[in-house]
C-alpha cells in the first residue's frame, strides 16, 4: 500500500464525502487556502485572574486530507472560518482527517 495507507484507511476515506453532506460544512480560509471543514465543538471561557475578563475560544474544526495542502504549515497561522478570526494552534494530521485546534486570535501559543 503506497503511504502506509490500508484498506481500512481506504474504506474511511469513502466515507468523507457523505459525511461531510450529513455534517454540514463551512469554508476555512488560512494562509491562501480554502477548504471545508467540519465544525466539531467549540467552547468558551472567560479568566478573570488578573482583575480583568479575557475571552478565551477554543475550537476544532476537521477538513479532509486531500483539501488541505502542507496541514503542518498552518500552525500559529490566522485563519477565518465566516466572519470569526482564530489562531490556528494546533494541527493533527491523520490518515483520514485533519483536526484543527483553533484559539482566539489574540492568543499567540
Request: hydrophobic share 45%; net charge negative; proline share 3%.
Amino acid at each position: 500500500m503506497p503511504n502506509g495507507m490500508s484498506l481500512v484507511d481506504d474504506f474511511l476515506l469513502v466515507g468523507n464525502n457523505e459525511a461531510d453532506a450529513l455534517f454540514g460544512t463551512l469554508t476555512m480560509v488560512v494562509d491562501g487556502q480554502s477548504f471545508a471543514v467540519v465544525w466539531n465543538d467549540a467552547r468558551q471561557t472567560y479568566e478573570g485572574a488578573l482583575g480583568g475578563y479575557e475571552n478565551e475560544i477554543q475550537a476544532i474544526a476537521v477538513a479532509q486530507p486531500s483539501h488541505v495542502a502542507n496541514p503542518i504549515l498552518l500552525l500559529k497561522k490566522r485563519c477565518t472560518i465566516g466572519a470569526d478570526a482564530y489562531r490556528i494552534s494546533e494541527v493533527i494530521v491523520g490518515t483520514v482527517a485533519v483536526s484543527f485546534t483553533l484559539t482566539s486570535i489574540n492568543n499567540s501559543k
